[in-house]
């Protein structure tokens, strides 16, 4: 059997959106073993759900937040002759211990994403990963983290870059979508991630405050924030402080094919975050062939190449991040050709099938040591 042990599969976000391609591969790769495959997700409702992603459908049970029914049911499981764990992010690290109490010689994978391993975790939390057999983390930078800050041994962390959503790969394959109506007309920067005052590192209010430099020589130019969350009051107020109300523009509530569509329609993707592991809204606009701009921090110099496929900036610093913009609003040219070299970075290196295929590797691997 194998096991995996995920917070929350049913929801928006990258976290979430890298435990159902975890789901998908590792559900493949047990039927291919003629293994079973138990899915555990501690946030979902209660009940038994069935998901589709990319065509390879996995089943999991929801504990609704239940930490205890969770932990019983996955050292439950263990007992059953389990070969492998694996968990989907460090602070289910405690529950795979308690796991390996009933199932010692059951092997364990502990998933990293970012910011949530650049400072010490608690000592449970840090003692599961360094008895874990493999750390899984989206990028270098990450890595370096974990052996960093959790003092995990080098040669236990494997580097596992996330990938392209297959659903966002079938709606390009699909063509124009019909962007929404409050879309702005006109040149446009794109953004888009949650708007949480804990998560105001992702610079979105830099690119409200640099707006002011770049509108005197492009008057027509747009800002659309595409996300939700409880700082949108916050971001509104710095909107109106800087005088550029009519150059904003939140927009909430949106399907797949119509942020999609919020992706073709801009000229530039820009999100000058100081804290994301990897970045898969960077990969989404490099699909979409648009030039990107990001933090020079973290995960996302190694999905941005800096003046090849976009630009790299320092976090807060809008005079920059608005020479960057200039650059890309000035040469449209040189902008598009950025873009066409990210999408063929993305077809290269980011498409599902290529993570589907590293993932598998390092199943077996584990499974045959």
């Not at 917070?7 to 790769?29: M, S, Y």
């Not at 057999?133 to 974990?146: E, F, G, H, I």
């Not at 640099?210 to 509104?236: H, I, K, M, N, T």
């Amino acid at each position: 059997m194998l096991i995996g042990l995920f917070p929350e599969l049913d929801a928006p976000g990258g976290v979430q959106r890298a435990g159902r391609h975890l789901a998908a591969v590792l559900t493949e790769f047990a039927s291919s073993r003629g293994m079973e495959c138990r899915l555990l997700s501690l946030n979902d409702s209660p009940e038994l759900h069935r998901m589709t992603l990319g065509g390879r459908e996995f089943v999991y049970t929801g504990c609704e937040r239940a930490k205890g029914r969770f932990t019983t049911t996955a050292m439950r499981a263990a007992r059953r002759r389990a070969k492998l764990v694996l968990a989907a992010h460090p602070n289910l690290g405690p529950v795979v211990q308690a796991m390996r109490l009933v199932a010692p010689r059951m092997k364990s994978i502990i998933c990293t994403h970012g910011i949530e391993v650049w400072e010490p975790l608690s000592g449970l939390r840090r003692r599961a990963l360094r008895h874990a057999n493999l750390v899984l983390a989206p990028s270098r930078d990450t890595a370096d983290q974990v052996a960093s800050q959790q003092q995990v041994a080098r040669e236990k962390i494997r580097v596992l870059h996330w990938a392209l959503d297959p659903q966002f790969e079938a709606l390009l394959a699909a063509g124009t979508q019909s962007r929404p109506a409050e879309f702005p007309a006109g040149r446009v920067i794109l953004t888009v991630g949650r708007w949480l005052a804990t998560e105001r590192y992702k610079g979105m209010d830099t690119l409200i405050t640099a707006l002011p430099r770049l509108l005197p020589r492009w008057p027509e130019l747009q800002l659309a924030l595409v996300g939700s969350g409880d700082d949108r009051a916050w971001l509104e107020e710095l909107t109106e402080k800087n005088g550029v109300l009519r150059h904003v523009h939140f927009l909430s509530g949106l399907s797949s094919a119509e942020l999609a569509a919020c992706y073709s329609a801009c000229e530039i993707f820009a999100l000058p975050s100081q804290g994301e592991g990897f970045g898969l809204v960077y990969l989404e606009a490099m699909a979409r062939g648009k030039p990107v701009i990001g933090g020079a921090h973290g995960g996302a110099p190694e999905v941005i190449e800096d003046g090849v496929t976009g630009y790299l900036v320092p976090h807060g610093d809008p005079i920059q991040l608005a020479t960057s913009i200039e650059a890309l609003l000035a040469d449209p040219a040189n902008a598009k050709e950025m873009g066409a070299r990210g999408r063929q970075r993305v077809e290269r290196e980011f498409r599902f099938n290529v993570f589907a295929k590293s993932f598998k590797k390092i199943l077996r691997e584990q499974c045959e040591s």
